[in-house]
């Protein structure tokens, strides 16, 4: 059985930093990407980060680029989202999904089809 465990959201003031995990398991986890999405209230899910062990391949959302690193440690299965100089706009719940294989393209609900629970993110002004 796939299964993704999503940890790590809080509240933070704007400029601070939250670091964010997603662990694995029930699937081979080198042959698929994992990604983070986001969802605040009120507007659709979209995606903010990938990464591929099967290609390499990574991905940032624009807004985020240069602030989130994704990485990935494959003895633990679990990729981690360390976010930095959060905004007020970075609040949503994230959630970490799999299904896909590269992140060469924006990752899309669509494309996934496994997901985790979600964390809550909260970035106060």
């Known amino acids: 059985e796939v299964q993704l465990q999503a940890s790590g959201g809080g509240l933070v003031q704007a400029g601070g930093s939250l670091r964010l995990s997603c662990a694995a398991s029930?699937?081979?986890?080198?042959?698929?990407?994992i990604a983070w999405f986001r969802q605040a209230p009120g507007k659709e899910r979209e995606g903010v980060s990938c990464?591929?062990?099967?290609?390499?391949?990574?991905y940032y959302l624009d807004s985020v680029e240069g602030r989130f690193t994704i990485s990935s440690d494959n003895a633990k299965n679990t990729v981690y989202l360390q976010m930095n100089s959060l905004k007020p706009e970075d609040t949503a719940v994230y959630y970490c999904?799999?299904?896909?294989?590269?992140?060469?393209?924006?990752?899309?609900?669509?494309?996934?089809?496994?997901w985790g629970q979600g964390t809550q993110v909260t970035v106060s002004s």
């Open positions: 999904a799999t299904g896909g294989s590269s992140c060469l393209v924006v990752p899309t609900t669509s494309e996934y089809d496994y």
């Open positions: 029930g699937f081979t986890f080198d042959d698929y990407a």
């Open positions: 990464i591929s062990n099967s290609d390499g391949s990574t």
